[in-house]
Every structure is written in C-alpha cells, then in structure tokens.
C-alpha cells in the first residue's frame, strides 16, 4: 500500500489535478441539498477538492479530516483553520451536528470490512437528521476501462475489494441510512499509459502487487512490451452513491 506520506507533495499531480477535483467537486455537489450549511469531508487528502466544495456555495461551512500529516498539511493551507488530523474511524464530532458528509476515494483503502463499517458509522452518527453522506464505491474496478493494461493486470493477485457498492450500502443501512441517489464522473487525466502503469506497479499502487512482490517484475515486463507506451488509455469513471439520514418517526 502507498506511504501517503511520501505520496503527499506528487498526490495531486499524479491524479488528474485541477481537472479531476472539478469534476469529483461537480459530482459531490450534485447529490448534497442547496440548503445543507454545513459538510465535513472525511479522508479529505491534500484539500484538492475539498477546497472546490467550500468555493462552490458561500453559504456551506466545510471543514475536512484526514489521518496523514503531510496530506492534511496541504489541505489546512488550502482550508485554514478547517482541517482536523483524525482518524476517520472516531470523528472528532458531536452526534447529529452536520448536514453533509463525504468520502471520496476513501473507502477502499480501508484494511478490513469492519473497518469500512466504522467509516459509515462514524458518518452517519455526525449527520443530524435530513443530512446526507456521499462516498465514491467500487473505486478499483473503475479503473478498468477495457484496456489492453487492463488485459495484463486481469491475472494479478485477486482480493475483495471492500468498497462494493452492495457492501456499502449494506454498512449505510446498518447504520440507519437510506438511499439518496447516485452521480458518476470521469477521473479527467487519470488514464494510464502502459510506461505510468508500469511506475504505479513499482511504488505499491496496486495493493496486491506491492514492491519486492515475486510476481512484480513479470507484470512489469508484460506492460513494458505493450505498444504505444506513453497513450493514456481512456479515463476511469467513478460512481458516487448517496445516503439520507431519515428523520424520527
């Protein structure tokens, strides 16, 4: 798994930038009410897009969270005084204190199903009644577009991815949420090249496949002899789904 740490200072550049955030932010917003006033953007990374949440409505307090240091440093000097190192497993939040509540590409970082299932958890008790949590789910299979890298990749070592949209919307449920609807967007500059596959396998991006993995330097080779080896392949696209808070009967 990456250091995000050390991922920090290049996350942004490596990921689409500006282009991508706009169009997550756009996706994001799309499934919040106009009349939520405030949202906490939970694994808020480097703030790329959080900070396009708070510019798009002036009248939305956003705040975000995030558990790496140098992650959550960029994002405070994108957001002064609105981020909060913490672990999204225990929100430093009171019960029922926000309208609004995100996780973009989160969810499938996380180690253990249990652990997605406090990360819903920890959402839906800090949204008051009304509010709505949206998250990015099935994150990885996004990323396969049908390319001949995806034909390469297709025989890697296999785990259950858990951000399916079924088990998130299992642990949503659990927790007392409904269902609020769904939004998908294009990860704008995120399609790969066989020679940025092949640089993405080698600093641990795929999480069955870390560095020193004895089947690592195959893979690489066979996306080493793919043609074209700087044509981005064609960009993922992400599904956001939506969850409501319902009020007491």
Known sequence: MLDYNQEAERYDALRGGEPRAAAAADAVLSLVPEEARSLLDVGCGTGIVTRRLAAARAGMRVAGVDLTDAMARRAAARLPGAVVLADSRQLPFLDGQLDAVTTVWVLHLAGRPEDVGAIVGECARVLRPG???????????????????????????WRAAPDTAAAVEAHAVGHGLVPAGEARFRGRGQGRSPRRAVADLRRGWFMTLPPGHPLADGFAARLEALPDQDRPRPDPVFTLRAFRKPWPS
Do not use: E, F, M
């Open 131 to 157: 509010g709505v949590y949206v998250t990015t789910v099935d994150k990885g299979a996004s990323h396969n577009v049908g390319s001949d890298i995806d034909a390469v990749l297709a025989s890697r070592p």
